[in-house]
């Protein structure tokens, strides 16, 4: 079992900044890829940005040139660096962990809000 914890939401106006963090523990040499999804009401949960073991990374169009993931993988720690927040950037951002079995883990999610 792999548990996953996030911080760092929170409120920020439109262009500002956030940094999330998510740290794992358990059986984290069964991790894979770690990540961010979101979801804003009414929406469903979407890929933010993806990191695997090995450094490559992913980003939904979106946040290209804006949000950053970086891993640490000697504190078994993802974060997600986001920047020129925007509105529609609202959302409950979950922490993600895929385990080299393709078992899933979820963190309890963070509350980004982006006024305008």
């Known amino acids: 079992q792999v548990q996953l914890v996030e911080s760092g939401g929170g409120l920020v106006q439109a262009g500002g900044s956030l940094r999330l963090s998510c740290a794992a523990s358990?059986?984290?040499?069964?991790?894979?890829?770690m990540g961010w999804y979101r979801q804003a009401p009414g929406k469903q949960r979407e890929l933010v940005a993806s990191?695997?073991?090995?450094?490559?990374?992913n980003y939904a169009d979106s946040v290209k040139g804006r949000f950053t993931i970086s891993r640490d993988n000697a504190k078994n720690t993802v974060y997600l660096q986001l920047n020129s927040l925007k509105p529609e950037d609202t959302a409950v951002y979950y922490c993600?962990?895929?385990?080299?079995?393709?078992?899933?883990?979820w963190g309890q999610g963070t509350q980004v809000t982006v006024s305008s």
């Open positions: 358990g059986s984290v040499v069964s991790i894979n890829n």
């Open positions: 993600h962990a895929l385990s080299i079995r393709f078992t899933n883990y």
């Open positions: 990191a695997s073991r090995d450094g490559s990374t």
